[in-house]
């Protein structure tokens, strides 16, 4: 299973773009790498998920580059509202299927 | 409304006394898991399973008991719960294909005294 390694918190204000890199050096050729969002005592929500190149959605774009090993979150002026724990995921939706999600990286907006 | 419902949301229960976390999805998705969630260490998997009849232990299966007779429940069983099982609980599913989100529940708080 792919392990990933992400920053444990960043800081950012309102209006900032913010970029959360996730390393997953052992990705497999059938992983695909997935970004949720966890609010305080709520279920973590998918936000984006990506292949390979860039993916963008109405919230978030998701960067990964040809080698795979690392992907970039990215959250285009973020409000207040943003800030959560976002965990990076990287594993295949058939055959073996443990899913480990990381200790995510905690994102805190200011005013 | 895709959901995935978890009961109960909440539960103080004394050391020793079983109990059950009930889990059901109505997206009639194949794979079903559970996770704990604790202070400082992020979501740990307990068990998960593929389909009706299959599971299989996640990184924290110790203490922990499942079952999946049927495809839209998966009940997380505690036989004997201790203090150090005291912990947020979540329930989560998804369809098994190669692209899919994962859904989760609510959540369930449980303190074990």
């Known amino acids: 299973l792919a392990k990933t390694t992400q920053p444990i918190s960043m800081d950012s204000y309102e209006g900032q773009e913010v970029n959360i890199t996730c390393s997953h050096n052992?990705?497999?050729?059938?992983?695909?790498i997935t970004w949720y969002q966890q609010f305080p005592s709520q279920g973590p929500r998918f936000i984006i998920q990506?292949?390979?190149t860039k993916v963008t959605n109405e919230v978030a774009s998701l960067f990964i580059p040809a080698d795979r090993k690392s992907s970039t979150l990215s959250l285009p002026r973020v409000s207040l509202s943003d800030t959560a724990v976002y965990y990076c995921l990287v594993g295949p939706y058939t055959g073996r299927r443990a899913l480990t999600f990381g200790s995510g990286t905690r994102l805190q907006v200011q005013p | 409304e895709a959901q995935v419902t978890q009961n109960p949301r909440y539960l103080i229960t004394v050391t020793g006394k079983k109990l059950t976390v009930t889990c059901s999805q109505n997206m009639n998705h194949e794979y079903m898991s559970w996770y704990r969630q604790d202070p400082g260490l992020g979501l740990r998997q307990i068990y998960y399973?593929?389909?009706?009849?299959?599971?299989d232990k996640g990184d924290v299966p110790e203490g922990y008991k499942v079952s999946r007779k049927e495809k839209r429940n998966f009940p997380l069983i505690l036989e004997s719960p201790s203090p150090n099982q005291t912990s947020l609980y979540f329930c989560?599913?998804?369809?098994?294909?190669?692209?899919?989100?994962?859904?989760f529940g609510e959540g369930s708080w449980l303190t074990v005294v």
């Open positions: 989560a599913s998804s369809s098994g294909l190669p692209k899919d989100t994962i859904y």
């Open positions: 052992n990705i497999a050729t059938n992983d695909y």
């Open positions: 990506g292949y390979k």
């Open positions: 399973s593929m389909n009706v009849e299959v599971t």
